[in-house]
T-cell receptor, first 112, second 114 residues
């Protein structure tokens, strides 16, 4: 349960604020992922980092800016968000050569 | 890109009955199919998975079947219990060179009635 951690767990922000979400994995994995989970929609892959290099960007608006300083840490910087960006943001990690992704507990984001 | 369809979106069963959730995928490059369970307010957790070279896998009360030709796979839960109540997600995954490209289904909310 503590292999992938995320902070904060809950966040309320105004549309003009700037905030950052943090994800940390203690599993020795090389790949890290950001997903957005909205009601009545599938989990949407946002970004993938593999060995600190961004390998996937699923047409995510520039108001979401990821950062991966090393294989254990992943950030999602948020600025000038819209109310429709309110969702659960999940981080996950996986190991090269293995298929299973392990999820963090998520950050519940509310944009007012 | 990959497209995963999942149904039903909601499912209610009596305790002790079986539950079946079905998914289809579109990309023949997908070769790994995990199922995740997400309880309210918690993270998705892997409950069972199957690889494309296997047709069926069982783990106690949970089983998954895969038909590669038809591109569909199913989750079967037998002797359901109230603690099985959760949202279940299927996914189709492809190894993209050191990481996974995963496409999820929309989820099935399972309610087990005591």
């Amino acid at each position: 349960e503590t292999g992938v951690t995320q902070t904060p767990r809950h966040l309320v922000m105004g549309m003009t604020n700037k905030k950052s979400l943090k994800c940390e994995q203690h599993l020795g994995h090389n790949a890290m992922y950001w997903y957005k989970q909205s009601a009545k929609k599938p989990l949407e892959l946002m970004f993938v980092y593999n060995f600190k290099e961004q390998t996937e960007n699923n047409s995510v608006p520039s108001r979401f800016s990821p950062e991966c300083p090393n294989s254990s840490h992943l950030f999602l910087h948020l600025h000038t968000l819209q109310p429709e960006d309110s969702a659960l943001y999940l981080c996950a990690s996986s190991r090269s050569g293995a298929e299973t992704q392990y999820f963090g507990p998520g950050t519940r984001l509310l944009v007012l | 890109g990959e497209n995963v369809e999942q149904h039903p979106s909601t499912l209610s069963v009596q305790e002790g009955d079986s539950a079946v959730i079905k998914c289809t995928y579109s990309d023949s490059a997908s070769n790994y199919f995990p199922w995740y369970k997400q309880e309210l307010g918690k993270r998705p957790q892997l409950i069972i998975d199957i690889r494309s070279n296997v047709g069926e896998k069982k783990d106690q009360r949970i089983a998954v079947t895969l038909n590669k030709t038809a591109k569909h796979f199913s989750l079967h839960i037998t002797e359901t219990q109230p603690e099985d109540s959760a949202v279940y997600f299927c996914a189709a995954s492809e190894n993209a060179g050191g990481y996974q490209k995963v496409t999820f289904g929309i989820g099935t909310k399972l309610q087990v009635i005591p």
